[in-house]
């Protein structure tokens, strides 16, 4: 392309309060597929020096799986640089760590994430899925999807797999808000004493959290149960690599479902021809799953930072210069998905990125499947369909891809029978 003012922006987070920027990102394919991006000064967060952006879903594969040459360790994975002096800290979390150390963590965590104990909790999530739609959808009237139901959904089944007290659970939702919102003017940043925005991972900032998961560890040894902090506070992990995993299943465990159940539900609902192929059962409930994380993946954009001078489509990659894959524009490249913006449930193979790849692939993905499809069937039996009764609110970040407020109107007469 020509000079820097010809590249579509992709980092500015305002931009996707509008939705995902699709026309800029097949630009990008098409025209410069690792382009630079100015990082420039934008609700109160400093400048940065700037990255290049990965937009095709083959140079996306190749960063996320080659974790020597694109680091997760050295920049964290960010887009915004740290705080220098917080940088060690945030390297404890396995999310921010390179092979061997990332895999030694992910091993000693994947224990509690067994088959059994996350299919154990299909048939409470199930009873919630019915619990919250069938309330929700009682009068027939409009609804905010969001705040009757998905919110509630992923923060409550997350909060039973990890053991959490009911009476605690508010406290996980305020944390989560805190970082994965931190972009969005709703959410106003906590300020320093210079009226500095003060990054929501920095080790002032997770205090609270990280004094919970020493109060709960301290609980499950004492009175284990089958719950996922129960194994982890009888593992082999240092406190503070616990207070990470901890900090890592709040967030990325409640926002993974709670990004993509709207997200679905609205794809669904701007395809009404979709949605009834999935509603009379003419299509797999699989492969709708990860059809609608396709179109509408939770997370939009993930950094690395190069290890060492490299070349990536053509474009020279310096030693630490900043990599930032973008999973939803991967998620529609024309050169691996026919017809990449039409909703197809019945779609296969496909092989979308909205977990990631590579040593990083998402660890709680079986969950979040699991969940997506109990709540889709369960929204299915509840109603003949679901409507759209307004536009939606999205979250203003580059990172999640958020819905604020879905609202929605419910059709009479369930066309298919009860899961």
Known sequence: MGDASDVPDVFDPRIYAAGIPHDRFRVLRDQAPVARQEESEVLGWPAGPGFWAVTRHADV????????????????????????????????MMLNQDPPDHGRLRRLVSRAFTPGRIERFAG??????????????????????????????????????????????????????????????????VLDAEGRPVNPRSPAMLAEMFGYAQELAAYKRAHPADDVMSV???????????????????????????????GGILALAEH?????RLWEGE????????????????????????????????????????????????????RVFADPHRLDLGRTPNPHVSFGDGPHVCLGAHFARLQLRVF????????????????????????????????????PEPSAPRS
């Open 61 to 92: 594969v190749r960063v996320l799986k080659d974790s020597e040459s694109y680091s997760s360790h050295l920049g964290a994975t960010q887009i915004r640089d740290p705080d220098p002096a917080d940088l060690p800290f945030i390297r404890r």
């Open 272 to 276: 009404p021809s979709e949605q009834r």
């Open 376 to 411: 889709y069937e369960e929204a299915r039996a509840a109603c003949g369909g679901l409507t759209l009764a307004g536009p939606p609110r999205r979250l203003v970040s580059n990172f999640i891809n958020g819905i604020k407020s879905l609202p929605v109107r419910p059709l």
């Open 124 to 189: 409470t999530a199930r009873d919630r899925a019915r619990e919250l739609l069938g309330a929700a959808f009682a009068d027939g009237g409009e609804v905010d999807l969001v705040r009757a139901v998905t919110d509630d959904y992923a923060l409550l089944n997350l909060t039973d797999l990890l053991g959490i007290p009911a009476s605690d659970r508010g406290l996980l939702h305020t944390w989560t808000e805190r970082v994965i919102a931190y972009q969005d003017p709703d959410e106003p940043p």
């Open 232 to 262: 982890l506070a009888a593992s082999e992990l240092a406190d503070a690599e616990l207070e990470m995993f901890f900090f890592l299943l709040t967030v990325a465990g409640n926002d993974t479902v709670r990004s993509a159940a709207p």
């Open 283 to 334: 299509v797999s409930m699989d492969t709708a799953v990860d059809e609608l994380l396709r179109v509408h993946p939770p997370v939009l954009s993930f950094r690395r930072t190069a290890a060492r001078d490299t070349e990536l489509a053509g474009q020279e990659i310096r030693e630490g210069d900043k990599v930032v894959v973008f999973h939803a524009s991967a998620n529609h490249d024309e």
